[in-house]
Every structure is written in structure tokens, then in C-alpha cells.
């Protein structure tokens, strides 16, 4: 993982949603994660898994402006972290729809046990996640069975299904977090991007650490 013993805490710029044209306009997560690593300027850099990437982005535009600032800490953790291709997917969608079932609204709930269903069949009966996600079933029996029927007659998976569906669930979950009747919609997202990060396996990866001169 690199270090970046450079980086000041008092001179990281202001998160802010969406894109931002230049440094000097504020970054989003990913754009200064593409800072970090030395690359051009970009929400999409090379140095991140896409599907955490696309997490990380949805985590950023969705958490209120009072918390934002606080995941600016997480930014350099995802430098580096390249996965494991499609497995890494199927796996932070696993993770980000596990995180949005029990608090989600029903219509998302549905959905989510729908795209879990399918991503189960996925993983082995021992996989931490599946295990994780029977657990999360249990939460919202209701949501289950609709997904149950629903999936009953589907196709079989291909990776073109999957690519699809994982995004879908990314977006929903996230979404379905940040709109949820709860008092800890931040705090859960960033718990949900924490435990993306750990889940995804670091690559060696040798990016120049950089000095930020644009303020807050």
C-alpha cells in the first residue's frame, strides 16, 4: 500500500459531490484519489478497482455536506487497490447490498434480495458473505419471498448480466442507505466504503506520493 507521509491534514481540499474541472474547484473521492496516485486528473482513475471506484463515488455524492469531509481520511487507503476483476465486483455488490437490506425502503428491499439471490449462487456456502447475506434475508422475510418468486424463472447469469446487475445494486444500496429513516445514514456509508476497502485485495503498485498545494 502506499504511504503518503506528505499529505498535511491541513491542506486536503473540501469533498464535494460530482465532477470538478481542476484541482482548484474542489475534488470528489476519486478525483483525488487519482491526484494521489500521480494520474491525469479523473473520477474513473487507473488505480482503483472500477467497482469500488464506483462506490467510493456514490458514497461521496450521497453523504450530507456536514459529514463529507470526514471520508477525505480514506482517500489514499484506495490508491492501489486493483482486486480481483469480476470476483471483486460480485463481492462489494454482496457487501453494499447486505449493508442497505435491513434499512432500505421495501421497494429497494425487493430489489436488493432479488439481485442477492442471484449473487449467491456466486459464492460458496462457507464464503463469509453468503453466510452475511442469509443473515440479511432474515432481516426482511417479506422482501425475501417477493425475491424468491421473482428470480424463480430468470436465465441463467452471464457476465454481461452481472456487470449490469452489480452496478444497479451498488447504486441502490448506497441510495437506499442515504434515503433511509435512520439518524446514521453517514456513518453507515462510511462504514460500508470501510469495509469495501478491506475487502478488496491490494495489488503492488508503485504511485509517486503528492504534495497538495490547493487550500480548502
Not at 450521497?62 to 487507503?77: E, I, M, N, Q, Y
Not at 422475510?141 to 445494486?169: G, Q
Request: glycine share 6%.
Amino acid at each position: 500500500m502506499p504511504q503518503f507521509s506528505n499529505v498535511s491534514p491541513d491542506s486536503v481540499p473540501v469533498l464535494g459531490r460530482g465532477r470538478h474541472r481542476t484541482p482548484k474547484s474542489g475534488a470528489c473521492f476519486m478525483e483525488f484519489a487519482s491526484y494521489l496516485a500521480g494520474e491525469r486528473w479523473s473520477d474513473h482513475p487507473a488505480c482503483t478497482h472500477p467497482a469500488l471506484a464506483a462506490l467510493a463515488r456514490l458514497v461521496n455524492d450521497c453523504t450530507s455536506d456536514a459529514s463529507r469531509g470526514h471520508l477525505v481520511v480514506l482517500v489514499p487507503s484506495v490508491v492501489g487497490l486493483l482486486g480481483d476483476g469480476r470476483r471483486t465486483t460480485v463481492r462489494l455488490s454482496v457487501l453494499a447490498l447486505t449493508a442497505a437490506l435491513p434499512v432500505a425502503s421495501y421497494a429497494r428491499q425487493r430489489a436488493l434480495a432479488a439481485g442477492g439471490l442471484r449473487l449467491q449462487t456466486l459464492l460458496a456456502d462457507d464464503d463469509a458473505l453468503a453466510i452475511a447475506l442469509d443473515g440479511a434475508f432474515a432481516d426482511v422475510p417479506d422482501a425475501h419471498e417477493w425475491a424468491v418468486r421473482f428470480t424463480a424463472n430468470l436465465s441463467a447469469l452471464d457476465d454481461r448480466v452481472i456487470d449490469r446487475m452489480c452496478d444497479s445494486i451498488l447504486r441502490t444500496a448506497v441510495v437506499g442507505i442515504a434515503e433511509a429513516c435512520v439518524p446514521d445514514a453517514d456513518e453507515r456509508m462510511r462504514a460500508l466504503l470501510e469495509a469495501s476497502i478491506a475487502e478488496v485485495t491490494p495489488a503492488v503498485v508503485t504511485v509517486p506520493a503528492r504534495e497538495l498545494h490547493f487550500a480548502r
